[in-house]
């Protein structure tokens, strides 16, 4: 696969991140062809890329002409054999069910040339159990894009236990020439990056807000104006959804064991009720007005430091377990979810030292194993290592 011609790619599953990845690439000149298990849903895709094509140069970004000829280039059909001859690369965008993934990667392997990469746009599945599915693990790798993958400007690349460094090069190659940012993910570990952060603090506050340590409102109010962070986290899981936010965090907890003990007493009745957040009108909030008026006057009414050692902790087991660097991580968390900072350089700014002493007091108070410091962590604050102050921490 060269990435500096024109490609013919496959993407499998036309629904907001088949649709959105369809139209990125159409957008970069590449040919487009969807795949979806009905005509109808496949329309139904093509017209909102229009809409979002239209929008585009309504908005000045593309001219009328580059719009009609990116439309032009997507085509779509519900045949794998269609779709996968003579394609460069195939990516997969398939609801997170292990079985239809390795289905879909299975067909592919059988109708693509053998030089095509086959990418997953999976969130938090394994990459490595994919690649299984096909002939050809060494070139099966997750291509993870956020939504909506038009706008967001990050990917996380995912390499499994038998992705060649080719392959991985080729698509964090492809990402810069769709103007986004590759992260490099070197270890197919649970959650990637970004969601695995994301997950630390979102039990956090949960359990917080079980123990009735702060109400919803505090601790987002905390988060938003004290933090700095553009949503709380109960606003933050009501706008992911509360079953996404739910199945990531059981794959965590499968993957991580005690560590990411979810707050079932939180979530569960939310999950049983349909309350899903913004898309079904009410989750943590009330989204059928818009979004929730978080209220200014609560901000000191839960640390903030404790999400952010949860966050830091769980960047040190990235880069203790070899999945990742500082580098990547704080850029993941920075453009992924527009946190204000990166875990890895917040620790570095306030002390590695301020942040263990956190964990310890959090971790000898609750006696949960979230808190429970990191042996990286510990080990860069024995030697001396704290941060910025020191002139070595995550970062030298």
């Known amino acids: 696969m060269s990435t500096e011609k024109t490609m013919k790619v496959a993407i499998i599953g036309s629904g907001s991140m088949g649709h959105g990845i369809a139209e990125l690439l159409a957008i970069a000149k590449h040919e487009v062809t969807m795949v979806d298990i009905n005509e109808e849903l496949l329309q139904k895709a093509v017209e909102k890329i229009k809409r979002s094509l239209d929008k585009f140069v309504e908005k000045r970004r593309i001219r009328k002409e580059d719009a009609e000829s990116a439309l032009a280039r997507i085509h779509t059909t519900t045949s ?141 109010s905390s988060i938003k104006y004290t933090g700095g962070f553009p949503m709380g986290w109960f606003e933050l899981a009501d706008f992911v959804g509360l079953d996404i936010a739910y199945e990531v965090g059981k794959i965590l907890y499968e993957a991580y064991g005690e560590r990411f003990k979810p707050c079932s007493e939180v979530i569960d009745p939310l999950i049983r009720e349909r309350k899903l957040g913004q898309k079904t009108g009410v989750g943590f909030y009330d989204w059928t007005k818009g979004r929730p008026r978080i209220p200014f006057n609560l901000l000191d009414e839960y640390d ?79 030697k001396g290592w704290i941060g910025k102050k020191a002139g070595r921490g995550f970062y030298q």
């Not at 289905?103 to 053998?114: E, R, Y």
């Not at 993941?332 to 002390?351: F, I, Q």
């Open 80 to 220: 794998y054999e269609q779709a996968g001859k003579d394609i460069d690369l195939a990516i997969e965008a398939v609801p997170e069910i292990m079985d239809l993934k390795k289905k879909v990667f299975a067909s592919l392997d059988s109708v693509a040339p053998s030089n095509a990469i086959l990418a997953s746009n999976t969130s938090t599945l394994s990459i490595t159990e994919m690649g299984k599915a096909t002939k050809r693990p060494d070139k099966v790798a997750g291509m993870h894009f956020f939504n909506p993958p038009h706008t967001m400007a990050l990917v996380e690349v995912i390499r499994g236990d038998s992705t060649n460094q080719e392959t991985i090069n080729e698509l964090a190659e492809l990402t810069k020439k769709l103007g986004k940012t590759p992260i490099i993910v070197r270890k197919d570990v649970r959650g990637f990056i970004v969601n695995r952060i994301l997950g630390s603090v979102f039990n956090e506050a949960f359990w917080a807000y079980q123990r009735k340590e702060g109400t919803k409102e505090s601790i987002d």
């Open 304 to 382: 903030v430091d404790r999400s952010w050692s949860v966050a830091a902790n769980e960047a040190a087991w990235l880069i203790y377990d070899d999945a990742a660097d500082p580098v990547d991580i704080d850029t993941g968390m920075k453009l992924g979810t527009y946190w204000p900072s990166g875990p890895c350089e917040y620790a570095d700014r306030t002390g590695l030292n301020v942040v263990l002493s956190k964990l310890k007091e959090l971790h000898a108070k609750y006696n949960m194993e979230m808190y429970k410091p990191c042996p990286l962590i510990e080990e860069y604050v024995s």
